[in-house]
């Protein structure tokens, strides 16, 4: 008669039986507890839900049914009846992309392909009806509204609304068209040119390609963020030039949340950099004299707005080991 073993351990065994020796790098998260607990409105999608995160939350439920119109609309441009192909090609994709989240996701192996091919094509779709004429309906509510477009452009570049690169490209390199505008680079850095804080991007960095990155909100960080925090040390560590609009904030607090999921020895350039100027300004004052040096260029039209961001946005924001702007910090004491 075999021995009963006991359920804990035979609990504990199946729990090991799937956990891999070495843990997985995810690239996707969501922000931290304590960045959220500030204001968890600048982390949650305004129109749309893109990847697990927020997928079947009430108030995003409105797109899901233009997300399909807009496949059916790419279907028919290239006299295609079924999303076969395209199935299968993220279905060899989707353990791979499961892992790029950082928490378990509920979804089913069905339900996550279906996700990501739909929500795939969403973003390329209005990415190329953004930047070529051609394939854009003129009855589409997004370009016959600007304040929607504007919510999905914002809506794109949050720290927990992301899905895979890789996703994009396969999805972007199964149906490129003629068209020599229909390039998946050059058509997401026109999507983005509207809303980059920075008044001057490198040449290099512009040509940074969506193979390279691991989602959309990496791109901007790396386009945006790091390269320009990295021209600027080089250059005698002068305060970089920003341009303060309505978006800066939320823009702001999801690389922040982005950036806190790196390593401890890893540059956190643009949480340096608010923290940097949280401690720079103390009052509107302090404002107006940095947008009379050229150094701040307000959208907002109120210097007092300014400084109340920064003040939030610095507000307990755990500083890289290596400041990168210790040497102008103390030159400004």
């Known amino acids: ?123 390329i779709e209005l990415l190329r009806k953004h930047g070529i004429d051609e394939f854009r309906d003129k009855d589409d509510p997004i370009f016959q509204y600007k304040h929607i477009l504007n919510q999905l452009r914002h809506d794109l570049f949050l720290v927990e609304n992301q899905i895979p690169s890789f996703i994009l490209v396969q999805l972007f390199s199964m149906t490129r068209t003629g068209n020599p505008d229909d390039d998946i680079n050059y058509l997401i850095h026109l999507f983005i040119d509207d809303i980059s804080p920075w008044p001057k991007v490198s040449e290099e960095t512009l040509k940074l390609s969506i193979k390279n990155v691991d989602h959309l909100l990496d791109l901007l960080y790396k386009i945006f963020c790091a390269s320009f925090a990295k021209v600027v040390s080089v250059r005698g560590m002068k305060i970089p030039g920003l341009h303060v609009s309505d978006e800066s904030e939320t823009l702001f607090r999801n690389l922040i949340a982005y950036e806190q999921s790196f390593s401890d020895d890893h540059p956190k350039y643009v949480t340096d950099y608010a923290f940097f100027m949280h401690c720079l300004i103390n009052s509107s004052k302090d404002v107006e004299a940095l947008r009379r040096a050229g150094i701040i260029t307000n959208l907002l039209g109120d210097d007092e707005m300014v400084y109340h961001m920064f003040n939030r946005i610095g507000r307990n924001v755990p500083t890289s080991t290596d400041f990168c702007y210790a040497e102008l910090f103390e030159k400004s004491e």
């Not at 690239?27 to 697990?52: C, H, Q, T, W």
């Not at 399909?68 to 290239?78: A, I, Q, V």
């Open 1 to 123: 008669m075999s021995e009963t073993r006991d359920h804990v351990a035979v609990r504990i065994d199946n729990i090991l039986v799937d956990l891999p020796c070495t843990p997985s790098k995810p690239s996707i998260f969501r922000a931290a507890d304590d960045l959220r607990s500030m204001n968890e409105k600048l982390y949650d999608p305004k129109v749309v839900a893109i990847g697990p995160f927020h997928h079947g939350e009430d108030q995003l439920c409105k797109m899901e049914q233009h997300k399909f119109r807009y496949l059916k609309l790419l279907l028919k441009r290239k006299n295609e009846f079924s999303v076969d192909t395209y199935v299968m090609a993220i279905r060899s994709l989707e353990e791979k992309a499961r892992k790029c989240y950082a928490e378990p996701i509920k979804f089913d192996q069905d339900e996550l392909v279906e996700m990501l091919l739909v929500d795939g094509f969403f973003i």
